[in-house]
Structure formats: structure tokens, C-alpha cells
Antibody
Framework: EVQLVESGGGLVQPGGSLRLSCSAS????????MHWVRQAPGKGLEYVST????????YYADSVKGRFTSSRDNSKNTLYLQMSSVRPEDTAVYYC???????????WGQGTLVIVSS | EIVMTQSPATLSVSPGERATLSCRAS??????LAWFQQKPGQAPRLLIY???SRATGIPARFSGSGSGTEFTLTISSLQSEDFAVYYC??????????FGQGTKLEIK
């Protein structure tokens, strides 16, 4: 069974940093690209980032480019999102997601809430 | 960036009736279109991919159609558990893949 478990969310001040983690199991983590998608309170889904299977390629939404960094440790089956220079508009539930069979987002974690506020 | 537009924003339907949700892309996405269901406090769940293929475990009352720029999600006979928010997503041109703003399906 595919499982994705995010952690690391919390309250952070504007301009601060936070690192999210996503622990994966139930599939061969090292062979699949991984994605971050976020959802602001009461709003829709927004693409954040993609990292290739080996970490060699990364992609970012314009809204986070230059501030967020995706990385992965295939030996630990873990995906990371390093968030820097955070803004109030980064407040959201952050989901990690993987596409195994059908699309880019077949499976989702339960999400971790990030609140950017002073 | 491809803009996905869903209509209506809210749809009120009685249990047992049919619901039809629409999604339009600002340019062709071929058949690279997915539908997700999201209930309050839960992660999105994949329903449909490739515009018309049901994901594993999705009941047959859910069906998708369309290609190019116009897509439809149909729920043939609404069950109580189907009342939720539905999002379409294009993954033809990325990054970024993009989502519609969602349609809230509520009980009439």
C-alpha cells in the first residue's frame, strides 16, 4: 500500500524558514518523480514543485521559485521541501504526491499545515 | 500557463440524481486531464485520468469525457458520499500542471 506522510509544518514568521518532509513507503521511491502541491485555507489546489526520480531535475511554480528548494534522499525514502523567505501567502496545507500508474498525482499524503504569521 | 476553468462553482443536486460538472482549458490539453474529489479535511483523491479512465477502486457511476479543451465529469446517481469538491487538472503542459478552481457539489 502506497503511503505518504508529511511532517514539519507549523507556525513561522514572515521571512523565516521551514523544512517539510514527506516519508514514502509501499513503492520503489527511487524510481518516481515526486511533487508538492499546496492549498491555502478555503482555496483550491496549487502546484508547487516537482523533483525527478534521482533529484537531478527540479521544477518550481513561479510563486516559489528562488525561495523554495525540493530535494530527496532515496536511501531514506524521503522527500523534502526547504522553504525560505516565507510570506503570508505561503500559508497553506502542503501535500506531497506521486504518480505511479495513471497521472502525476495518483497518491497524496494527508498534508501538513504551514502558517506564516508574526 | 494553461488556465483551467470549472463550471458551475456550486452545483446543488438531490441524491439519486445525475450531476454534470464541466471543465474548460485555455488551450488544448489533448486527453491529459484528471479529475479529483476532495472532502473536508482530506487530501484529494484521483477519480479520472486520461479524461475518461477511472482510477483504481472508483465506482462506475463516475465517468469522464472530452478532449482538447472541453471536459465533463458525470456522476450518474449521486450517493451521500459523493457530495464534495471536485477539481480538474491538466498535465499536458507542465510545469506547471494546473488545476481548476473547483466545483462544490452540494445536497439539494
Amino acid at each position: 500500500e502506497v503511503q505518504l506522510v508529511e511532517s514539519g509544518g507549523g507556525l513561522v514568521q514572515p521571512g523565516g524558514s521551514l523544512r517539510l518532509s514527506c516519508s514514502a513507503s509501499g513503492f520503489t521511491f527511487s524510481t518516481y518523480a515526486m511533487h508538492w502541491v499546496r492549498q491555502a485555507p478555503g482555496k483550491g489546489l496549487e502546484y508547487v514543485s516537482t523533483i525527478s526520480y534521482n533529484g537531478g531535475s527540479t521544477y518550481y511554480a513561479d510563486s516559489v521559485k528562488g525561495r523554495f528548494t525540493s530535494s530527496r534522499d532515496n536511501s531514506k525514502n524521503t522527500l523534502y521541501l526547504q522553504m525560505s523567505s516565507v510570506r503570508p501567502e505561503d500559508t497553506a496545507v502542503y501535500y506531497c504526491s506521486v504518480g505511479i500508474v495513471a497521472t502525476m498525482n495518483d497518491y497524496w499524503g494527508q498534508g501538513t499545515l504551514v502558517i506564516v504569521s508574526s | 500557463e494553461i488556465v483551467m476553468t470549472q463550471s458551475p462553482a456550486t452545483l446543488s443536486v438531490s441524491p439519486g440524481e445525475r450531476a454534470t460538472l464541466s471543465c474548460r482549458a485555455s488551450q488544448s490539453v489533448s486527453s491529459n486531464l484528471a479529475w479529483f474529489q476532495q472532502k473536508p479535511g482530506q487530501a484529494p483523491r484521483l477519480l479520472i485520468y486520461g479524461a475518461s479512465s477511472r482510477a483504481t477502486g472508483i465506482p462506475a457511476r463516475f465517468s469522464g469525457s472530452g478532449s482538447g479543451t472541453e471536459f465533463t465529469l458525470t456522476i450518474s446517481s449521486l450517493q451521500s458520499e459523493d457530495f464534495a469538491v471536485y477539481y480538474c487538472q491538466q498535465y499536458n503542459n507542465w510545469p506547471p500542471y494546473t488545476f481548476g478552481q473547483g466545483t462544490k457539489l452540494e445536497i439539494k
